[in-house]
């Protein structure tokens, strides 16, 4: 089966499309936008191992997270070799609004299993939310090393997306995890609308 008619089965339902202005705006700061992206894999990596930690006694997210670490840490030191190809420093890390945001809805409480598929169901929309994105790179950039290198990131987050839905729904109640996960799709929808266009963000 392709990427495109796996997509089109498992992914991405949100409810927003990205500005088509954003991919253009990115491209005349691809400096800014990569040395934000490399922030966000490192966060991701973060993300995950914090996951690994915190909820040591679920043994599916040591197993399902733990390929998802090196990926996304792999995908850092690749973003950080563009970077160096292209003269441009890593810099500081920036402030990601978006995911704070995201971060903000996340329900407190509950049994551990609850609160364990809250972050795996936000985790699943920032990938989700990156594979779109990744995906307007591949299509419109000039830069052909660039076009390919963000192709390959959307189908590999693309692959993390589903990672983290499926374990959701597999360490909790499926029927609650899909209601919450419709939730989460429009509230991120009404994040993205409240953002500014920013072409130094990767979200």
């Known amino acids: 089966m392709s990427w495109e008619e796996s997509t089109k089965q498992k992914m991405l339902h949100l409810q927003l499309p990205t500005d088509p202005r954003w ?18 894999e490192q966060k991701a990596a973060t993300s995950c191992i914090s996951l690994i930690v ?22 850092f030191e690749r973003v950080l070799e ?5 003269g441009y420093p890593l810099g500081k890390p920036r402030k990601d609004e978006y995911v704070i945001k995201l971060s903000e809805f996340v329900k407190k409480g509950g049994s551990r299993a609850q609160q364990l598929s809250e972050y795996l169901l936000m985790n699943a929309l920032i990938e989700a939310r990156s594979c779109e994105r990744f995906k307007l790179l591949s299509n419109n950039i000039q ?3 660039l076009k390919k290198f963000y192709y390959e990131l959307m189908i590999s987050e693309a692959g993390h997306y589903v990672n983290f839905i499926e374990l959701a729904r597999e360490i909790y109640d499926k029927e609650l995890v899909n209601e919450r996960w419709k939730e989460w799709l429009a509230y991120e929808a009404s994040v993205l609308n409240s953002l500014e266009i920013r072409g130094d963000r990767m979200h």
């Open 143 to 145: 830069d052909g090393e």
């Open 54 to 75: 915190n909820f040591y006694d679920f043994q599916e997210v040591t197993e399902v997270l733990t390929p998802v670490v090196a990926e996304e840490w792999g995908h």
């Open 23 to 40: 991919v253009n705006i990115a491209e005349m700061n691809i400096e800014d936008i990569l040395v934000d992206h490399a922030y966000c």
């Open 82 to 86: 563009h970077l160096k190809k292209r």
